[in-house]
């Protein structure tokens, strides 16, 4: 795939997590980003779920103002990238273990956010931002689980043909190291 059409579809990814997160935003902690970070975690390489990242949380930021949420997204959101990447011999992008791994990432949210605030503003802080938001996590949790046990698949397949058909007009084959 050329580098510039491969860019080009990252750039449209991380514009469908940001409308995504924009769409659900009056529902707290439901979101879809998880799981279309997932699927982009499986479809390309770390770079390039790194690369959806950072735009998604640029986007967030122009759109709701910069902030240290905005440090946040990017070392968690890169985390999951991570996580699903490493935990391939274990999921094997099965839908019913992609959604424990989704579950457990909602659940773990908030204590990530905690000690982002515990290493900013204090440990007190960082205890306090924690207890307070675990109902939310609990929330995140569930509904990730449920999110990706349901939509995992089809969204990986409809991912997958974009590939295949972006690959198929311009003659080159996808390579997850992004050759």
């Known amino acids: ?69 905005t440090l946040g997204y990017l070392w968690i959101w890169s985390l999951l990238v991570i996580l699903t990447q490493i935990t391939k011999p274990v999921t094997k992008f099965k839908a019913s273990r992609m959604a424990i791994l989704g579950g457990l990432f909602g659940l773990a949210f908030g204590f990530l956010f905690a000690l982002q605030h515990a290493l900013l503003y204090g440990l007190n802080m960082g205890i306090s931002y924690w207890i307070m938001g675990i109902g939310f996590d609990l929330i995140h949790g569930f509904a990730n689980y449920t999110l990706i046990l349901l939509l995992f698949d089809p969204v990986n397949k409809l991912l997958s043909q974009l590939i295949r058909k972006a690959e198929s007009r311009y003659g080159h084959r996808h390579h997850e190291n992004g050759r």
């Open 1 to 69: 795939m050329r580098q510039l059409l491969k860019y080009l579809i990252l750039a449209l990814l991380a514009a469908m997590l940001f409308l995504a997160q924009l769409s659900l935003w009056a529902l707290p902690n439901v979101e879809l980003v998880t799981l279309l970070l997932m699927s982009v975690a499986i479809s390309f390489s770390f770079k390039d779920g790194v690369l959806v990242v950072l735009l998604f949380t640029l986007l967030e930021g122009l759109y709701w103002g910069f902030a240290d949420w």
